[in-house]
């Protein structure tokens, strides 16, 4: 199982950046589907951004459409999440998945937590307005 590790968060004002990383370690993560979840206080863990494993196809969810990027680079074994125009509504812990058994086809249609096996410990991402 790959280990993963999120770093980057931290406390911006609306309309700020920041740029989230995903080192993962113990194998190759070029095998993976990797997602981006986020977790407000009180609410479920919500799908924001997958990607294929060879970087050449992204999805995400409507409310960071335009805002987000999701990208990796495999020979570094990182993915990555740039995110811009920062609203206090995405104000969250944001975690990091991986998936190396199921098909792209059948994580993007599902966007489920449950369909991602390995998990990062996540990073607090606090944006004030």
């Known amino acids: 199982q790959v280990q993963l590790v999120e770093s980057g968060g931290g406390l911006v004002q609306a309309g700020g950046s920041l740029s989230l990383s995903c080192a993962a370690s113990g194998r190759t993560i070029s095998r993976d589907v990797v997602g981006w979840f986020r977790q407000a206080p009180g609410k479920e863990r919500e799908f924001v951004a997958a990607?294929?494993?060879?970087?050449?196809?992204?999805d995400y969810t409507d409310s960071v459409k335009g805002r987000f990027t999701i990208s990796r680079d495999n020979a570094k074994n990182t993915v990555y999440l740039q995110m811009h125009s920062l609203k206090p509504e995405d104000t969250a812990v944001y975690y990091c998945a991986a998936d190396d058994r199921r098909p792209l086809r059948t994580v993007l249609a599902g966007k489920r937590a449950a369909d991602f096996s390995s998990w990062g410990q996540g990073t607090q991402v606090t944006v004030s307005s």
């Open positions: 990607i294929s494993r060879s970087g050449g196809r992204t």
